[in-house]
């Protein structure tokens, strides 16, 4: 059975842990080269032992457009091509509005949105003189459903939802996609501090039908078909993989970490 990504070049920011680890591990399953992007130069190392020759790195700030340029000139450098981009670096924080840290408001929408903004704004650059690719931008669930406590990251995720939407216009007549994905609950060492709290992880899984938080592999099914041919007229859309929680009520993470 050939490959769904053979010959495939794709760079994923974030590429170093959690749901952007999870997407190189398929991409590279399927054919795919990867540049893997990220701010931790050891887990980079980790995970370029971990998959081996087709992947290779790059230490990347993502709020830093020189270190973005630099990311898209390496892999250019090393592979020749750019068909596949994943943004996926990302963080959050938890902290009421009335109290918020201006310093951490402006991180997590450093990173989740302006991040987002300039690896899009690089990745176009090659893509659309080159008349094919697809980005896929990961958003959240917090893209559409509010959460105590979690202003600044729901605010930057809305924001690449919207972002998503523009870019997918502004690109389409050039034969570029730009998706995304709006994952729920993932076990990733970003949500350890959620998940390994016994009390607040039982929250969850009572918000989520499906019964049982998400796995990387989860997300990376996912962006395996937006990235393949079987997605070729999709385009402008976030789709939501958070195992049906986005129809019942978000957990009240502020209330039950007040309680701890």
């Not at 398929?26 to 998959?51: C, H, Q």
């Not at 596949?84 to 938890?94: E, F, H, T």
């Not at 094919?132 to 459903?145: E, F, L, R």
Request: glycine share 12%.
């Amino acid at each position: 059975m050939s490959k769904q990504l053979e010959g495939k070049v794709a760079v994923i920011t974030g590429g170093a842990s959690g749901i952007g680890l999870g997407i190189a591990k398929r991409y590279v399953a399927e054919g795919a080269r990867v540049m893997l992007s990220d701010l931790n130069a050891d887990a980079l190392v980790a995970a370029a032992a971990e998959l081996g020759d087709s992947v290779a790195t790059q230490r990347t700030d993502v709020t830093q457009e020189a270190d973005v340029e630099a990311m898209i000139a390496a892999t250019l450098e090393r592979f020749g091509a750019l068909d596949i981009a994943v943004n996926a670096a990302g963080i959050g924080n938890l902290a009421p509005i009335d109290q918020h840290p201006v310093e951490m408001w402006d991180q997590v929408l450093a990173v989740n949105l302006r991040g987002t903004m300039l690896a899009l704004k690089h990745e176009l650059q090659v893509m659309g003189p080159a008349g094919s690719g697809v980005v896929i931008n990961i958003a959240s669930i917090n893209a559409k459903v509010p959460a105590k406590g979690m202003s600044a990251y729901c605010a930057s995720k809305a924001a690449v939802d919207m972002l998503t939407r523009c870019a997918a216009l502004e690109i389409a007549a050039k034969g570029v996609r730009v998706v995304g994905i709006g994952p729920g609950l993932v076990e990733t060492p970003l949500t350890s501090p959620l998940t390994g709290h016994s009390g607040v992880l039982e929250s969850y899984l009572q918000s989520i039908p499906l019964g049982r938080t998400g796995a990387p592999a989860d997300v990376a099914g996912l962006a395996l078909y937006l990235a393949g041919p079987d997605a070729s007229w999709v385009t402008g859309h976030t789709f939501y993989i958070d195992g049906g929680e986005a129809n019942l009520s978000y957990p009240d993470i502020m209330g039950i970490a007040a309680g701890l």
